[in-house]
């Protein structure tokens, strides 16, 4: 059974939040986790899908270091309350 864009933009958020702080995932990364981890299930097309909706929903966001790296937001040290 084809998985969802949503259920794809889920997983990948869980990915991401559980490497917060210790790693920072390429999108390419997450791509290759969710194509072995849904065996045959999703396309690259709906992990780009995925990422664009995480993006777009401020769940995430691309930081550029060396290369494009998905992450959560940071709070600024001033936004801490």
Request: charged share 40%.
């Given at each position: 059974m084809a998985k969802t864009v949503d259920e794809i933009a889920d997983a990948m958020y869980a990915m991401v939040k559980d490497a917060y702080?210790?790693?920072k995932l390429k999108?390419?990364?997450l791509?290759?986790?969710m194509m072995a981890m849904f065996e045959g299930?999703?396309?690259k097309k709906m992990c780009k899908g995925a990422i664009?909706?995480?993006v777009?929903?401020?769940k995430c966001v691309y930081t550029y270091f060396g290369g494009s790296f998905i992450e959560i937001p940071h709070k600024?040290?001033?936004a801490n309350d």
């Open positions: 702080g210790q790693k999108p390419m990364d791509t290759k986790a299930e999703v396309d664009k909706q995480l777009d929903s401020g600024e040290g001033a």
